[in-house]
């Protein structure tokens, strides 16, 4: 079914509104006319030395009274229709955004961040424009040019009137043409901009890789060169710009010449009086501006035309990871699961990323995966989180199929830990608890000192407040890794995940936040994806992941005694460290304690 253009409901939704405001609008444009009509009067009185003191007077007075009417109901006018429009932006934002919120994580993997950002900007700063200067100067174009022509035609002179109105539709068609221009140059400006801002940004924060590879000449050379862009592309805009105002200039000048030499022929042969040449000029003045707006707005509609079809497209696109018919309404479950014969092919690609895997996961144990880049693991826990949609019967918690269960209780039973630790730009606390009124100080501390990173966190300067910049810059590596585990320990959730969460923490950390973990993690499951067999050793299953299958799949020391990938990889990790205290032959003591080699 086809839906009504996003600027069409809005209008339809607000129109006792719109029609208020242009209600008021108009009245303040048919007072500004009555401008002319006095004029008329007392030219034609100075020209017949009829003029009294009080007609002065009454004259000052009626121009204060029209004035304070114009501006009253002018500017109620406009900030009754102004502010429908704001709605509207507001409305709409909200909207994007609750909807971008329903899609899944593979969309934002195939849209470009910069077109949702001009979505969310443009398209709805364009639609935003349209209720404003779009409704307005419509209104103001359509009354004051209807009104004012035909007091020029009908009470003074229809010849001359239309004689002067000869070049005026050039004004509108400049006006739409040259829009169009000047928008490309302003957005190339624009983009000019963008680009110098960006450069100095990487400059600074790419400051000490520059210096120490020698490179502030090539970067002096890119950053000139995007200077001379900068101010190529302002000359286009300025010489556009300059070129649209001498053209709009002459085409009024003209209007105003013919006004002047045929008015004053007319005057002079007396068809017309002074008084009427007067006014005739005062109206052709009001004239100008909503003939010239006429151009800016049609083209407006056409910009909000399109904007309007690709917001529309954007709303319409359906999530296919949502809440399924049928589901049962669960709020919490415990940390069985299931996996059976799983496998899994994204979108757009050939191969499978999962291929027939089966498993089992009691509550209360925990598994490792391990595996070479690119071999599954990551895909495995985001299938279980639903980021991306398993197929129906292949994994199931608690033996309910995960797609029978609601999505918000699935992911609020699940503490996931992802591979890239975001940090949002607010304070530490935030970052842990999301939402600090939800938790007490007391379980913040205790996620962070589960997590090793409490003691780091009170030396900084304001503590649990410290506020994170952009992706949390002003922590290490190692910080930041432990903020996520602390986000996701706060949860207490039945199931926990750590893709790959422990790699930028040095080895005696690492053992420190596993010793913790296995405290913390009893009666709960955990699954333990892992590149270093120190972080997964003691699992109480692990598997190993190969092009999307399970090539092996047992304990720590099962897998050492079958001699194969696993060993493969213990035996190589092993000799990129120093062991402190020697592999036992057998591969059998449980607590291998590798320290890495330094430097
Ligand atoms: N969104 C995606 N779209 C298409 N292919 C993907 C996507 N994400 C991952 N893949 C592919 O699926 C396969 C498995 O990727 P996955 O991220 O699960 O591996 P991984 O074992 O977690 O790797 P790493 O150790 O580097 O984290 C890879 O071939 C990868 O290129």
């Keep these: 079914m086809k839906t009504r253009p996003i600027f069409h409901q809005h209008l339809f939704q607000h129109k006792w509104g719109y029609l208020l405001g ?4 108009t009245i303040s444009l048919v007072l500004q006319l009555g401008v002319p009509l006095l004029l008329e009067d007392f030219t034609d009185g100075i020209q017949h030395l009829s003029i009294q003191v009080s007609d002065l007077w009454n004259l000052a007075v009626w121009f204060i009274v029209l ?3 114009i501006f009253l109901f002018r500017s109620s006018g406009r900030i009754y229709i102004f502010r429908l429009s704001r709605m509207l932006e507001r409305d709409l934002r909200t909207k994007l955004f609750s909807h971008w919120e329903t899609l899944p994580a ?6 470009r961040i910069g077109n949702l950002m001009a979505h969310a900007v443009n398209d709805v700063n364009i639609l935003r424009q349209i209720g404003m200067q779009g409704v307005f100067q419509t209104v103001e174009a359509m009354v004051l040019i209807s009104i004012t022509i035909s007091m020029m035609a009908g009470t003074i002179d229809l010849y001359l009137t239309l004689l002067v109105l000869i070049p005026l539709p050039g004004l509108t068609y400049l006006a739409y043409r040259f829009r169009t221009n000047i928008r ?3 957005s190339k400006v624009q983009e000019a901009i963008g680009t110098l801002t960006s450069r100095v940004q990487e400059f600074c924060t790419g400051i000490r890789i520059i210096k120490t590879y020698v490179q502030e000449q090539e970067e002096m050379k890119k950053f000139t060169k995007e200077n001379v862009e900068n101010v190529k592309a302002n000359k286009r805009l300025i010489r556009s710009n300059s070129l649209f105002t001498s053209l709009s200039q002459g085409i009024v000048g003209l209007s105003y010449l013919l006004s002047v030499v045929f008015g004053s022929i007319l005057v002079m042969k007396g068809t017309i009086t002074l008084g009427e040449f007067v006014a005739f000029n005062t109206y052709l003045s009001f004239l100008v501006a ?12 056409q910009q909000g035309k399109a904007a309007d079809m690709r917001l529309s497209d954007v709303l319409a696109t359906t999530p296919d990871i949502k809440d399924e018919e049928g589901i049962f309404r669960l709020n919490k479950f415990e940390g069985d699961i299931r996996i059976q014969n799983l496998s899994f092919q994204y979108k757009n690609s050939k191969g499978y990323a999962l291929r027939n895997i089966n498993l089992t996961i009691k509550k209360g144990t925990s598994i490792g995966i391990v595996g070479k ?3 599954g693991k990551s895909t495995l826990v985001n299938l279980l989180l639903r980021v991306y949609n398993p197929p129906k019967k292949s994994i199931f918690i608690n033996n309910y199929d995960i797609h029978d269960l609601p999505l918000k209780t699935l992911r609020t039973s699940i503490g996931y830990v992802p591979q890239t630790n975001f940090l949002f730009s607010s304070t530490i606390k935030e970052n842990i608890a999301f939402d600090p009124s939800i938790y007490q100080d007391k379980d913040i501390y205790k996620a962070a000192k589960q997590a090793h ?3 780091d966190i009170i030396d900084f300067p304001e503590g649990f407040d410290t506020p994170l910049g952009e992706r949390g810059f002003s922590l290490s590596g190692g910080q930041r890794q432990r903020v996520s585990i602390a986000r996701a320990m706060i949860k207490k959730s039945p199931i926990m995940i750590f893709d790959d969460s422990l790699s930028a923490v040095d080895a005696k950390t690492e053992e420190l936040i596993l010793k913790t973990l296995q405290t913390e993690m009893k009666g709960r499951t955990s699954v333990i994806i892992s590149h270093r067999i120190s972080t997964i050793r003691k699992a109480d299953q692990i598997i190993v992941l190969d092009e999307g299958k399970i090539v092996e799949q047992g304990t720590h020391e099962s897998l050492l005694e079958r001699n194969g990938t696993y060993k493969k990889m213990f035996v190589q990790q092993s000799n990129e460290f120093t062991l402190e205290d020697s592999i036992p032959s057998s591969y059998s003591e449980r607590t291998v304690r590798i320290k890495k080699r330094r430097g």
Excluded: A, R
């Design 373 to 375: 880049i690119g071999s």
């Design 106 to 111: 593979d969309y934002y993997q195939q849209e």
């Design 184 to 186: 490309m140059h302003s």
């Design 22 to 25: 242009s209600g008021l609008l």
């Design 67 to 69: 004035g304070i009417g």
């Design 290 to 301: 909503p003939i010239e707006n006429l151009g800016k707005v049609i083209n407006l509609f």
């Design 453 to 455: 990173v409490y003691e």
